[in-house]
């Protein structure tokens, strides 16, 4: 057990009580009914056990939250089983169809299309989200260990007035460590870059303890500043406007104990080395926009030192805690991640629903156009 503070507020693990009982607990309960939950998912999780559980957990809440949001990308063939699926659970469930023609149609006339992605289907959510409640909690679907005490856990802070929450937690299964685009590419790209750079954008970067979690938890109008790329990269970027939104001081993260979520293969567009490159263009990005300027012709060199050294200190821990490692293998990935490294593309983000030319009644007007056609 550790009870260290990082630059942002850090609620810890302390017991089996911690977030459940107490005035705080019963005030983040209470919160869930003025909170918007937005589940993002894609044809995978249609009917798939860990999403099963995740909304068989969210029945559970008590109160129930305001609404939850599922966008869902899905083919025309599969939106409606799916639909009929997500709508069989005692919810107040709003199915949005991500890649319904009317939608995609409203996107362009907007001047808003692009390609598709994780991002982009949570941005379809969160303005309609952050009309439906005074929170807004956003939580992957494939995490085959959770708990619906994670929805009231990532608000409690928001009840003591931080307008920002992120949920952490240990990435051990099988025995051995996961989390391995975060050990081997965040962690170690961060490393090095604040190793040259005196920013504070960096050591926000590195206070959050699982910064590429998916679960997070803001306030209504926190939610409708953030600017959302359009995949992978949405964690990081969700971080850069988190920044600037609520700083250190308005931010927190949440202990959320151990997590057993789905594992991707490393190789190719669909694996963990073509994720890092979307994350490495945002968080990039990320820190440009915000006064660092990267030397990229030494930053690779640079990661892959920082990668080294953190390879050492898991092969120790894992030691230590009897668990299967493969220095070789760690490093094999090191390899592959480097070559992300490079100058962020062009500018994709869809913009802050404050600055949106589409409205959240016309992205769910879409959706529910499609139910009636």
């Not at 685009?181 to 750079?197: G, I, Q």
């Not at 998916?214 to 992978?232: D, Q, S, V």
Request: charged share 25%; hydrophobic share 45%; proline share 6%.
């Amino acid at each position: 057990m550790e009870y260290v503070q990082e630059r942002i507020a850090t609620l810890h693990e302390f017991g089996g009580t911690a977030g459940r009982d107490g005035n705080l607990a019963r005030a983040a309960a209470d919160a869930v009914a003025e909170t918007a939950v937005v589940v993002p998912m894609t044809a995978r999780e249609h009917e798939n056990p860990a999403a099963e559980r995740v909304l068989s957990e969210l029945e559970s809440l008590d109160p129930a939250p305001a609404a939850v949001f599922v966008p869902v990308r899905a083919d025309a063939d599969e939106i409606g089983p799916f639909r009929n699926w997500l709508e069989s659970f005692s919810l107040p469930i709003r199915v949005l169809w991500c890649n319904a023609p009317r939608v995609d149609a409203l996107l362009a006339d907007a001047g808003l299309d692009g390609e598709f992605g994780k991002g982009r289907d949570v941005w379809l959510a969160l303005g309609p989200a952050a009309d439906a409640g005074e929170y807004v909690v956003v939580h992957d679907a494939d995490a085959r260990s959770y708990e619906a005490g994670h929805v009231p856990r990532l608000l409690a802070p928001l009840t003591m007035d931080y307008a920002f929450s992120k949920g952490y937690y240990a990435r051990v299964e099988d025995g051995r460590l996961y989390g391995r685009l975060f050990r081997l590419f965040y962690a170690p790209l961060v490393r090095a870059l604040a190793d040259r750079h005196d920013a504070p954008i960096l050591d926000y970067l590195r206070a959050f303890r699982y910064p590429l979690a998916g679960e997070f938890a803001a306030t209504a109008a926190l939610a409708r500043r953030l600017r959302a790329p359009r995949a992978w990269g949405l964690e990081v970027g969700t971080l850069g406007d988190a920044f600037d939104a609520a700083g250190f001081d308005g931010a927190a993260q949440v202990d959320l104990g151990r997590h057993e979520h789905d594992h991707r293969a490393v190789a190719g567009e669909t694996g963990l080395e073509g994720m890092s490159r979307e994350v490495a263009g945002e968080l990039l990005r990320v820190v440009e926009e915000r006064g660092v300027d990267p030397d990229y012709e030494t930053l690779r060199e640079r990661y892959l030192a920082a990668g080294d050294r953190l390879i050492e200190q898991y092969r120790a821990d894992a030691a230590f805690n009897g668990l299967a490692y493969d220095p070789a293998a760690e490093r094999d990935q090191l390899a592959r991640y480097a070559g992300s490294i490079a100058p962020p593309d062009p500018d994709r983000r869809l913009p802050p629903w404050t600055d949106a030319p589409v409205t959240p009644e016309a992205i769910v007007s879409a959706t529910l156009a499609v139910r009636n056609a």
